[in-house]
């Protein structure tokens, strides 16, 4: 199968579904000629034109509100905030209005929009462009929550979510942009709320989603040298969230490691520690471990942005903390 990075898998999943449906549209800032901050678009704008690929100023809030009202009459968009620390100027678009409109209109309006952001350490970028916000939006219902660590995962996903009627939350990290990986020529889709063993094992449980399922298949790696097999569940959407898959694996390994690199407190990786202790705490063996971000925004310095986030050596030692071999 042939291999393609990241970036142009989301370029093929916009284009297949462009060419399907006419009422999709993309609407950001640098969408155009210049094709995205990590060229993504690239090339969009001679295809489709500026009336399907939206050039906007620079204000957030406008790119969500004409999103959601493109969608309340019909339309698909897929609206681009360029930094998910930017989404703090559209809360109340998303929270407040995107989020609620068809639990109050009783079903009778569907919001068909798609926020593209990314998210994440690792380019020296500073605290106000490299935050793991998903927590936010996976507290509030209504929106769907996506975060798609592969070329295949983020194809088949944005695909989905694209043709979803309801207002999804697509994340992605910026560090995996120019990552390749297999992703097949024929068309398909990926379900939402279907999590993927990325690797399977028996003596443990690894969380990850995102950026951290690199680290943690690096992880992974590194413990089997050591005779200790690691089970990797990425959970690909967090909501909805396939809690029975990593419900089924904690069963088998008896001992669970969530990753996240969002920080800990009020984090994903909290909820779902807790989660798996409600429902599966008898078949645990060890008490489950978290590794995640420090709660402190992200430093400038490239030292201290890397101690700041997990990596797979952080993970190497919470397993060896819960396996003894």
């Known amino acids: 199968m042939r291999e393609i990075e990241y970036r142009e898998a989301i370029r093929e999943a916009v284009i297949e579904e462009m060419d399907s449906d006419e009422k999709v549209f993309l609407i950001g800032e640098d969408i155009g000629v210049y094709g995205g901050a990590f060229r993504a678009y690239k090339g969009l704008i001679d295809k489709y034109g500026p009336e399907r690929v939206i050039n906007t100023p620079i204000s957030e809030a406008a790119i969500i509100g004409a999103g959601i009202g493109a969608a309340l009459t019909g339309y698909r968009p897929i609206a681009e905030i360029m930094f998910i620390d930017f989404t703090t100027l559209t809360m109340d678009q998303i929270v407040n209005q995107a989020a609620k ?171 779902i520690s807790a989660m798996v202790t409600e429902e599966a705490f008898d078949f645990l063996d060890a008490p489950i471990k978290i590794v995640a971000g420090l709660n402190t925004p992200i430093p400038y310095n490239s030292t201290l942005e890397q101690a700041s986030i997990p990596h797979a050596a952080d993970i190497v030692k919470a397993v060896k903390e819960i396996v003894k071999k």
């Open 101 to 271: 409109i068809r639990y109050m209109t009783g079903d009778s309006l569907n919001v068909p929009l798609v926020i593209r952001t990314q998210g994440g350490a690792g380019r020296g970028v500073a605290a106000q462009h490299s935050q793991s916000l998903e927590a936010w939006f996976y507290h509030v219902p209504g929106l769907k929550v996506v975060m798609p660590a592969t070329s295949y995962d983020v194809k088949g996903l944005l695909k989905t979510a694209i043709r979803d009627d309801n207002p999804v939350m697509f994340i992605e990290h910026k560090m995996i942009y120019l990552n390749k990986g297999p992703v097949p020529e024929e068309e398909y889709t990926i379900p939402f709320g279907k999590a993927d063993i990325k690797r399977e094992g028996e003596d443990v449980t690894i969380f990850a989603y995102s950026n951290m399922v690199f680290k943690s298949l690096e992880a992974a790696g590194e413990l089997q040298k050591d005779g200790i097999s690691c089970e990797i569940i990425d959970p690909r959407t967090l909501v909805p969230l396939d809690i029975e898959a990593i419900i089924s694996s904690v069963k088998k390994t008896g001992r669970l490691v969530v990753v996240s690199e969002a920080c800990r407190r009020g984090s994903v990786a909290s909820d």
